[in-house]
Structures are given as C-alpha cells and as structure tokens.
C-alpha cells in the first residue's frame, strides 16, 4: 500500500508539469485549430531563461529563499510569453487563412528552429541548476514520507491552472477566448479583437510552458536542449486525452497520463512506461474519441 | 523550372569536382568521438587530449617526416550518427580512426573502417563481443566486461553485501557487464534479488527507485552511464533512502557529482580504472602537467587519457615500420608492441586486439566531491 | 508536362545520364551520400501516396520502414534466408502491418490521424527498444545483416548500392505514375480534394484510404529491408519520430502529390546539409527557419504537383 501511494505521488508530481505543457496546447489549438509543435521547446526555453536568469542575477540569494523563486517564476513567464508573442506573429499570422498542413508544418519548423537556437546559444552539453536553492526535507503523510519538492511542484501546478480556469471563466479576456475558440468569425462580428485575444493566448499558454521548464529544471536538477521533445509529446497526449480545446481536460488528461504512467511502470513495466502513454491515447481517440471532457475529432457522415 | 535544371547541373557539376582533393603532406589521424548528445564532456577531452599529443610531435619533428593532423567527427553517442560519421571519415585519407566511447556506437563503425582498411583503436568501449568478430584492424585500449565484472564482484563480496540488486540500461555495455556481474555473484551463492532495465535518457527514476526500496537489497551496482547514475543519486536521496550505490565506470565522470549535487554523491563507489591525477607512471603526470598548461585544468576522464594512448601506440606503430600501410600496422600492433610505456600504464595487444594486463584492480569512493581511489 | 519534360527537353536527359555516371569520377563519401538522397527519395514516393495522393495526414511512416528493416534482419540472422528474397517480404510485412493498423484509425479527421500516427511510430520505436519477443535485439538493434547478392554479384560497395537503389527508384517512379493515372489514382485524387463528394460519388473512401496506407507501408517496408543491408546494422534510434518528419518534410516541401517534386525534396533536404558541412552547427537552424519561410511564401512546395492529364481514348 506503501508502495500504491508513493507511486501515485510520482504520478501526480509528473503529471502537473503535463498538465502545464498540455494547458498551452489545448489553449492554442481551441483557438487556433494548430497544433503547436514549438510549444514543447518554449518549455525548454523556460527552463534556460530560468537557468541564466539565476546564474548572472543570483536572485535567491538577494532576495531570500522562497520569494527568490517566485520572482525568478514571474520573470520566466513574461519572457516566454513574449518568445510566444514573437512566435505567432512570425510563424503563425501569415498562415491564418492557408490550409491546416501550411501551419503545421510551419510549426514544425519553428520547433527546429528554437531548439537549435538554444543549443547554438547555450552549446550541447547538459546545464546543471544550482543545488542549493530547494528545500529538500520530507512530508509525512500518514506515515509515508514525500518530499517536499513534489508537494510544492504539484501545488504551483494545481495554483496556476486554477488561477487560469477562473480567468478563463470568470473575466471579459477569458469570455473573448471561449468566444474566439468556438468560432472566430462570429467573435469578430461581435466586436471582439480576434488578434488581441490570439496574442493574449500565446502569452499565456507559452508562459505557463516556461513556468513547468522552470520547475523541471530546478526539480531535477539538469536540462539539455533536446528536453522539450518528449515533454510536447507527452503533454500533447494528456491534451487529447482530456479533450483538446477543453482546459479542465487538459488538467484532468495530465494528472491521469502521470499516473497512468507511474502506476504502469510500477506494476506492469518500467521500459514500456511512454508505450503505454501512447497506447492509452490511441485507445482513447478510437473509442472515445472526444477525450473524456472534449470535442469531437471524428468525421463520419 | 529552367533555373531549377541550372541549379541542379551547377550542384551536380560540384559533387563531381569536389571529389578530386588536393594531396598534402600530412598524415591523417581521425578522432571518432561524442562532440554532442549526453557524452560531450568525454568527446571534448578526447579531442583535447589528442591535439595536444598531435601537437607535441609537430613540434618535434613530426611522424616520419611528416606533421600529423587530427580529423574530428562527432559520433553523438548514437550508432546512426557514428554510422555517417565513420562513413565521411573513411573517405577523408585517414590512417587510422581512435574511438569511440560507447561499445553500442562504436559498434556501429567497426565494420566501415574495416572494409575500408583503417586502424580502429577503441578507447571506451568494453563491450566483449567487439573483439569477438575476427576483425583485423580493431584495437582496444580499455579492458574488457568481462574482466570488469569479476573485478566488480570481488569488490561487491569485499565489502560484505549479501543481497544485490543489479540496475542497467539495455545497452550493449551496461547490459553485458550487468550479466557477468551476476555470473560471477551468483557463482559465489551471493543472491540477486532484482535484475532489471531502466530507460536512459529520462529525467525522471523515482519510480523504478520506489520498486527497488521496496525489495530491500544491501546494495544496488548500477552499470549504465553517468548521467543516469546522478540522476539516480539525487532522486534517491530525495526519497531518504539510504541503502549505498556502486556503479560501473562508465559512471566515473566528474560531471556525476554535478547532477547528483554534492550531498547525493557522498559515499557513491564505483570501479574503474584509474583517475587520471592518480594514475602513477611518470609518464601520464608529465602528460598530466602539460594538459594543465595547455588547458588550464587537469583530465578529468580517463576515457579521454585511453584515446591519447591509443594515438600514442598508433603513431609508434608509424614511427617503427616506417609506413601507413594498414596491414603493417595492425601486424607490428598484434605481435611487435610489447610493454609500451602508455599513459594508463604497459599496453602490450593479443590476438583479438584486446589490451592485456590488470588495469581494473581498484574501486573509488566520492568523499567530499573529489574520487577517492581504494586499494 | 512529365511527358513533356521527358521527350523535349535534352538538357534533362544530359544531367539523368551524368548523374548516372557520377559514381565513377565521385569519391565514396559523396556516392554514399546520393544512396542516402535515393533512399530518403524512395521512402518521400512511399509517403506521397499517402500525404500527397489520398491527403491523409501521416507522421508516422518510420514505423513501417522499421518493419521492413527489423523483419527482414531477423529473417536473415535467424534463419540465413537472403536478403535479396526479403525485399518483397519485408514489404509484405509492412504492409500487413500498415493493414492491421491503420484499420482503427482511418476515419479520424486530420489533425488527430497526425497524433494516432506520431504515437504509433514511437510505440514501434520502444517496442524495439525493449526487445519485444526477444527478437529485436533492444538498444543495439541487429547486427551482422548479409549483404545482397544478385546473380552472384554481392551488393557491397556504395556504387553498387547507386545503382540498385536508382533502379528501383526508377521502378518506382513507373509504378507510382501508372498508379496515378488508374482508377485507384483518381480515387485518391477525388478523396483528397473533397472526400464528402467522393463518397457522395459512391467511391468507398475507407477501402481507398486503406489501400494507400498499405501500399505506402509496403513500399517503405521494401526501403527498410534495401536499408538494413546497406548499414548491415540497425538499431531503432534509426526509426525515431524525427525520420518521418524527414520524409514527411521531403514530400510536403518537394511539392505534395509530385514525383518529381518529392525527388528533387530528397536532394534538397538530405544532400543539401551535407554540402554545407561546413555550417554543421547552424545547419539545422537554417533548415528550421527554411521550412517556416517556405510555408509562407511558397505553401504548395517547390515542384507542385500539376492537374491530372487524363488520356481520353478515341473511340472509333
């Protein structure tokens, strides 16, 4: 039983950081109909922006601890918020009324793009993030012991994607986005600056990808240019999973990859763990496939 | 659709004209090594070492005349891009090839440098099955799993553990060390109590760890990487688990205690050969010293100190039977080198290409981020 | 304008027949570097009838290049059947295999025939990994593949492997071109620009579409087994995600539905780099920022595929 609840821990500590990726893809997508396939290197982005930012600042140091990192937090998200903003302006706008493969390929190669800029800037070698900047004892919970960090990487992951919902949900902005995602033409007739709102999504989606680089980075301690590759993909499939276009079923779709994961490493095997991500997904998008909160994906006239 | 018919004649016309290169007066010597992926810092100090040595015998009046120039390729620490790597090598005039890190990748290449006649000298690949193929030109520098692994199994026994637990990654490497590990353990009636794969390359083990907890061995003998390694360190630290680690060398890497964090890998012991500050032949302190000059700092890996041996003993080889003919080279490597005065102590090559002689007879110990050598 | 290309224009025939002959004033680095265009251009073909003809989305065509090569590995180092002979049944394979998958999957409207695709080629990819059923070999992969011998004449040397590949390049070509202009062709032709009018039309599309997975996987399946022996080792680092972008860049950037395009996108994406070896650091970065450019300023490819010219027999 021990075993089951650390494991379930594991899968939960992972899977926020999905759910965090998979909250920028379902948000772009819903309002662009894109798969944003650069998104996964902006994560990466995150992670390095935060790595340089505490190398040549030091900011724990100034500042203390705890609000050190909230700052250095902030400061990531705004820039690759903007790295998001850049990102759609050059690669995406000029494809808005081309066909859906223009984009996507497009995407692909602003993927390409931003992970070798960051390796031609930051070299190939792997960058180690200070040690000594984390809190590193153990909660007990019933008994078993979890540390701390998880705890704390789950709990800014639950914070931010309530602190979104509710924007999304409750505020003008966010009632311009659902307008815009549901159909953008009709949002336009109704007043609604549709560019604003697309540039508002690629700051925000972007952002909270730069904030879960962050936390990897300092959660595990070391980041590589090529990270952002199976963290996309992962959270892409938490996105499917929970219903693309649908934000509480990106956050359901990547606590439940994380899990799934864990669990199956755990009890079934550890080497075919991302396998059985996949396997999941297939499944799901052959017989459910809206995902279990979202939209329909399948024509059958 | 004419301008594009111009661009392919000139792009054509081209490839034809650059196929014809200019001769010079130099001998080629290719360095195969990982210049990028997770093995950068062992490519990087290969290459290093190696022009440092290359340089040496510029300056001093060259090999048979004439200078020596280094070819670097990056292998990547995968075997497709070893693949393409070796094949432009083996088209670029070389003499021989050092290389690579890795038994997987180097794998990948032995075959393309034989066809074609160059002289393989392998500097961090112990895989078994490597020397096994009857291949003319392979050489190794570094000793074998097998030898390894009897060694990691008296250390294991040494130290008193009764129940292991053996973790690798499904690498040629780590899984082969990781079989005769076990065969010498469970000769001695030691007991296994887990024997399994994680997957390289990942962030994140706690997983794989919390299973391993669970089954309560004394001590886990890990033969994968060093990355993997650290990261396995550090995320067991974090699970408070205090049950000792020992690794295989491929996890003898500063860098280890790096991603660890220097509380993770106290107490983390590995075997493998010799660090290079440790290394007591006058002729790797000389070398040692004029590393730091030229550097500013010491060899940390001793991979990188096998590959300038490996270059050393090739440019003998040159130097003695005064030619570049493959055939020649590789006859005076198998029967005339006897007890060369290497960086890592005598090499003297067998039959196979198989470096013989005792270099794994120690384990090292982290104390306080600096490797510790045990007798 | 194929026809035209091929009967009036001597300059083209003058660089076929140059290029034909390059091996023997190249050195081997640069022919082997032709194989690998021939092969990329091979499995660019094979996607064609998949994203170029029927227009189904399909990130995922390592995968059947890796059955081919595996399948045909394994039969060889099991059980010494040569290689020569594996080249239809490593397609077979992969057809099957293109058959029994896509079968779930082929009613999934576009973007999400991307994703299904993306994740199967990775579960190929770790199923090789983990050496499933103990025959893959895991990490490493396979090694000690035969080379091929054709009548007697083993297929060694990179200028052997030119001019096999080439050859079957040029059945291929022949093949796929027949193939466009057949009913099966048009088919794919009409389900790609509407498929709601298709299947109003009374054309089954799921049969049609199926059939362009299968034959696309066959093909690739052949590539792979043409590819095994050429490396006489292959591991499964080879069949990544990343090898089908390739090949799907190849057939999108060529110019999609385009022989000559996809072709002229093999040169291009794999032959280009290696001439600016040089640049190897930024080289990738270039290639990104291409690929974003060109979609914007030149969406239907470099070569794009032309109107259908359809003969219309005189009936007396």
Redesign the interface.
């Known amino acids: 039983m021990e075993?089951f609840f650390?494991?379930l821990t594991?899968g939960l500590t992972?899977g926020s950081i999905y759910a965090l990726i998979a909250l920028g893809y379902t948000m772009i997508y819903g309002v662009l109909?894109l798969?944003n396939f650069a998104h996964g290197d902006l994560f990466t982005t995150g992670a390095y922006l935060g790595f340089t930012v505490l190398a040549s600042i030091a900011l724990t140091d100034r500042l203390g601890q705890y609000s050190g990192i909230i700052v250095l937090a902030i400061m990531v998200m705004v820039m690759v918020g903007i790295i998001g903003i850049v990102l759609e302006r050059?690669?995406y706008k000029?494809?808005r009324q081309?066909?859906?493969?223009?984009?996507?390929?497009?995407a692909?190669?602003?993927?390409?793009?931003?992970?070798?800029?960051i390796m031609?800037i930051y070299g190939?070698?792997?960058y180690?993030y200070p040690?000594d900047i984390l809190p590193?004892f153990?909660i007990n919970f019933f008994g078993i012991?979890v540390?701390i960090?998880r705890c704390i990487v789950f709990m800014t992951s639950i914070a931010l994607m309530i602190f979104l919902y509710v924007f999304i949900q409750r505020t003008t902005i966010g009632a311009a986005i659902r307008a815009a995602a549901i159909d953008q033409d009709a949002a336009r007739l109704m007043g609604i600056n549709v560019d604003r709102v697309i540039s508002i999504v690629f700051f925000i989606g972007p952002a909270l990808g730069g904030a879960a680089g962050l936390m990897?980075g300092m959660y595990?301690?070391?980041i590589?240019f090529t990270?952002g590759w199976?963290y996309g993909?992962k959270a892409?499939?938490a996105a499917?999973l929970g219903g693309i276009g649908n934000i509480p079923g990106a956050m359901l779709g990547g606590l439940l990859l994380g899990v799934i994961e864990?669990l199956g490493?755990?009890y079934i095997?550890?080497?075919?763990?991302?396998?059985l991500a996949?396997?999941v997904?297939?499944l799901i998008?052959?017989f459910r496939?809206t995902g279990l909160l979202g939209e329909r994906?399948?024509?059958?006239? | 659709m004419k301008i594009k018919k111009i661009v392919m004649s000139i792009t054509l016309t081209f490839f034809l004209v650059s196929g014809a290169w200019a001769a010079t007066d130099f001998i080629k010597i290719g360095l195969m090594a990982p210049m990028t992926g997770s093995w950068a810092s062992e490519g990087i100090e290969m290459k290093q070492v190696l022009e440092l040595l290359a340089q040496k015998i510029n300056t001093s009046g060259g090999l048979i005349g004439k200078n020596v120039e280094i070819i670097v390729e990056d292998d990547g620490g995968d075997p497709r891009t070893a693949a393409l790597a070796a094949q432009r090598l083996a088209t670029s005039g070389i003499v021989g090839v050092i290389g690579t890190y890795g038994s997987s990748i180097t794998e990948a290449t032995q075959t393309i440098y034989d066809e074609e006649g160059i002289i393989q000298i392998a500097n961090g690949s112990t895989a078994v099955r490597l020397t096994e193929k009857g291949l003319k030109h392979f050489f190794r520098t570094c000793p074998r799993d097998d030898e390894q692994g009897r060694v990691a199994a008296q250390t294991i026994q040494k130290l008193g553990f009764k129940n292991i637990a053996i973790l690798h990654d499904n690498t040629t490497y780590a899984k082969g060390l990781a079989d005769e590990t076990k065969g010498h353990l469970q000769s001695n009636q030691i007991k296994i109590c887990f024997f399994d794969t994680l997957t390289p390359g990942e962030r994140d083990y706690s997983t794989i760890l919390t299973m391993l907890k669970a089954k309560k061995p004394d001590v886990v003998f890990f033969t994968g990487y060093y990355p993997e390694a650290g990261l396995l360190l550090r995320q067991k630290r974090e699970l408070n688990w205090k049950t000792p680690f020992i690794g295989g060398d491929a996890t003898n890497h500063p860098d280890l205690i790096k991603i660890a964090g220097r509380d993770a890998a106290e107490g983390f012991r590995f075997v493998s050969a010799p660090l290079p500050k440790d290394l007591p032949f006058r002729q790797a302190r000389t070398f040692v010293e004029d590393y730091q000059s030229a550097y500013g700092k010491k060899p940390n890996s001793i991979y990188a100190l096998l590959a300038g041996d490996g270059f050393r003993v090739l440019t003998h080889a040159i130097q003695k039977t005064k030619s570049l003919k493959p055939k020649m080279i590789s006859d005076y490597l198998h029967h005339r080198l006897k007890s060369f005065r290497g960086l890592t102590g005598r090499i003297t090559f067998n039959d196979k290409g198989d470096r013989v002689g005792d270099i794994y007879s120690n384990y090292m110990v982290v104390v306080k981020t600096a490797f510790v050598l045990q007798q | 304008m194929k026809r035209f290309i091929f009967t009036n224009n001597y300059i083209l025939w003058l660089i076929i027949i140059l290029f034909f002959c390059s091996p023997m004033v190249l050195n081997r680095y640069w022919v082997d570097v032709l194989n690998n265009v021939g092969l990329y251009a091979l499995l660019g073909l094979s996607l064609n009838i998949i994203l170029g003809d029927a227009g189904l989305f399909h990130m995922g065509h390592a995968a059947f290049y890796a059955i081919g090569a595996y399948s045909s590995a394994i039969l060889n180092t099991q059980y010494h059947i040569p290689m020569i002979f594996l080249i239809p049944v490593g397609g077979i394979m992969a057809a099957l295999f293109g058959a029994v998958v896509a079968r779930p999957i082929i009613h999934l409207r576009g973007d999400y025939l991307l994703v299904v695709t993306i994740g199967l080629v990775e579960i190929v990819r770790i199923a090789l990994i983990n050496d499933v059923f103990g025959l893959t070999g895991g990490a490493n992969g396979i090694f000690g593949i035969d080379r091929m011998v054709i009548a007697g004449l083993k297929i060694r040397k990179p200028h052997h492997f030119f001019y096999f590949i080439f050859m079957f390049i040029i059945f291929s070509v022949f093949i796929f071109s027949r193939l466009k202009q057949s009913k099966f062709g048009r088919a794919l032709n009409y389900i790609r620009e509407d498929e709601t009018a298709a299947q109003g039309s009374g054309i089954h599309t799921a049969h049609y579409k199926l059939l362009a997975f299968v034959l696309g996987a066959g093909w690739a399946g052949m590539t792979g087994v043409i590819y095994a022996s050429k490396m006489t080792i292959i591991s499964p680092e080879s069949f990544s995600f990343w090898e089908s972008v390739i090949v799907f860049m190849i057939v999108i950037l060529g110019g999609s539905g385009s022989i000559a395009g996809v072709i002229l996108g093999a040169f291009l994406i794999i032959g280009l780099p290696e001439v600016f070896r040089g640049f190897s650091e930024s080289r990738m970065l270039i290639f990104g920022g291409a690929m974003m450019m060109l979609m914007i300023f030149r969406p239907q490819g470099i070569i794009e595929s032309m109107p259908q010219m359809y003969k219309i027999r005189n009936k007396p």
């Open positions: 075993q650390l494991q594991n992972v109909k798969i050059a690669a000029p494809l081309s066909s859906r493969l223009s984009a996507v390929v497009s692909l190669g602003a993927s390409i793009f931003i992970q070798n800029a031609l190939a070698t792997f180690f040690q590193r153990t012991a540390p960090m990897v595990y301690g070391h590589n990270m199976v993909l892409f499939t499917i864990s490493a755990a095997s550890f080497a075919w763990k991302d396998a996949f396997c997904l297939i998008l052959i496939p994906v399948a024509d059958k006239i």
